[in-house]
């Protein structure tokens, strides 16, 4: 089980439908607030405030919508949105913290989402595996517009949360908009009990290709990628595809130690700071398939760790990347307590990967782009074991089998990197 700080270190992106809001990012160490950065006549800006939150309780006509407290969560609530850190620094209400502490647990019962605000919008970053949300195809960049036949616009994405999460045998409705096809269904889930299988493998039918899925960045996965590894060499595979698909990340020293699983040595990522300063990661030294080829395959719902991961391979001419561009989420959030159990998240640090290249609202660029049809998921191992090769082949999904054709042909590795510079 992951502690209470462990899960406050997860990255990314934001609200996982189960009962809690946010896994968010890295690990941070010993860290305190070393400097601030103040305004030029900090009273007055306090002043300003006051004299607003003031008028609106003198005057405001609707005297039963004048609740200070509200008040006061908007005002923070507007002061986090003015980083334009959309969806990574943010306020946590009392009830949001309390949800969030609720992630001790070592399985989760909803609907199985991660989701985040962006631009007004409730948008599903990625489904966890073998979840209700995975289950109804549910994928990343859907939109839900209403909850229970309940229009959510407008609404804060606590509340949202709180509507859709509940206990393991209950439904709730979302109506969904995709934007790539721009239709809109709507989608009745079962809540479930959710259990968190991060490391699952397959040899691929008719092949000697081993499918590797690392569906997530806890506190288990390196001892659990370490025994896979172990297993998938007595097996003798002729190559790798490791699925970074909808692996939303997790605690940056297991994206470290995953990364150093397939790599003889350089950094996985460099830290910058709020001042500017770069540190590096180094490789950690005796990975378990370092000389294997490799292929990953990564999408829009690629976050965070998963994306430490995918560009060190990158930067180091490891693999090739094979996808859609990853989902941006590079940094760092520390939790401040406020005194009435609310907390800020703020980003603290960035990560870059080895070659410098920004993570950050960007995402990471696959050397080969490939997208997958609408209505078509990806394929994992657990639904393998059971195919022929012939259905493997008419799975549609079009990342696995360009994957596979790579290494097929023996051109796992890229020439050159194909981002350079920030």
């Given amino acids: 089980m992951l502690s209470r700080e462990e899960l406050k270190r997860w990255t990314g992106t934001d609200i996982v439908l189960v009962l809690v809001p946010g896994l968010v990012g890295g690990v941070v160490l010993g860290c305190s607030l070393m ?8 009273d007055l800006d306090f002043r300003l405030i006051s004299q607003a939150a003031g008028l609106v309780q003198r005057y405001y006509v609707d005297r039963d919508a004048v609740q200070s407290r509200a008040m ?23 009830q949001m913290v309390v949800e969030m502490d609720e992630l001790e647990r070592s399985k989760f019962q909803g ?119 172990a297993e ?11 699925d970074l698909r909808n692996n939303p990340g997790g605690l940056l020293g297991q994206a470290v130690e995953v990364a150093s699983q397939f790599l003889k040595g350089g950094n996985v990522l460099l830290v910058k700071n709020a001042r500017g300063q770069e540190k590096p990661v180094a490789t950690q030294t005796g990975g378990e398939a370092t000389r294997i080829p490799l292929v990953v395959l990564i999408n829009g719902g690629t976050a965070s760790g998963a994306e430490i991961v995918a560009g060190a391979l990158q930067d180091a001419h490891r693999a090739q990347l094979v996808g859609d561009a990853t989902f941006g989420t590079g940094t760092v959030l520390k939790e401040f307590k406020l005194m009435d159990g609310s907390a800020l998240l703020l980003a603290i640090e ?53 994957a596979m054709d790579l290494l ?15």
């Avoid at 889930?189 to 000697?208: C, D, E, F, M, S």
Wanted: hydrophobic residues 40%; aromatic residues 4%.
């Fill in 72 to 94: 006061t969560y908007g005002a923070i609530s507007g002061m986090m949105n003015s980083l334009g850190d959309t969806g990574h620094s943010r306020f946590l209400s009392p």
């Fill in 350 to 402: 960035e990560w870059l990967t080895p070659s410098g290249n920004v993570i950050w609202h960007k995402g990471i660029t696959p050397n080969i782009v490939v997208s997958l049809s609408a209505g078509v998921l990806p394929l994992f191992p657990d639904a393998e074991h059971s195919m022929t090769a012939a259905q493997l082949q008419q799975s549609h999904d079009a990342q696995l089998l360009r």
């Fill in 408 to 422: 097929a042909q023996g051109e796992a590795s890229p020439a050159v990197a194909t981002r350079k510079g920030r």
């Fill in 35 to 42: 400097f601030a950065v103040q305004s030029r006549d900090p």
């Fill in 111 to 229: 609907i199985g989402a991660e989701v985040q605000l962006r631009a007004g919008h409730v948008v599903i970053v990625v489904p966890m595996d073998g979840s209700p949300a995975q289950r109804a195809g549910l994928k990343a960049g859907d939109i839900i517009l209403k909850v229970n036949g309940q229009d959510i616009s407008g609404w804060p994405l606590d509340k949202v949360v709180g509507q859709i999460s509940g206990p393991a045998g209950t439904t709730v409705t979302l109506t969904v908009l995709t934007p790539v096809s721009d239709q809109t269904r709507q989608v009745t889930l079962t809540r479930a009990t959710i259990n968190i299988h991060n490391v699952t493998w397959q040899t691929l039918p008719g092949t000697k290709i081993v499918h590797l899925r690392v569906a997530a960045m806890d506190s288990s996965v390196t001892n659990d990628l370490r025994r896979a590894l």
């Fill in 232 to 242: 998938i060499k007595m097996e003798k595979p002729a190559a790798i595809v490791l």
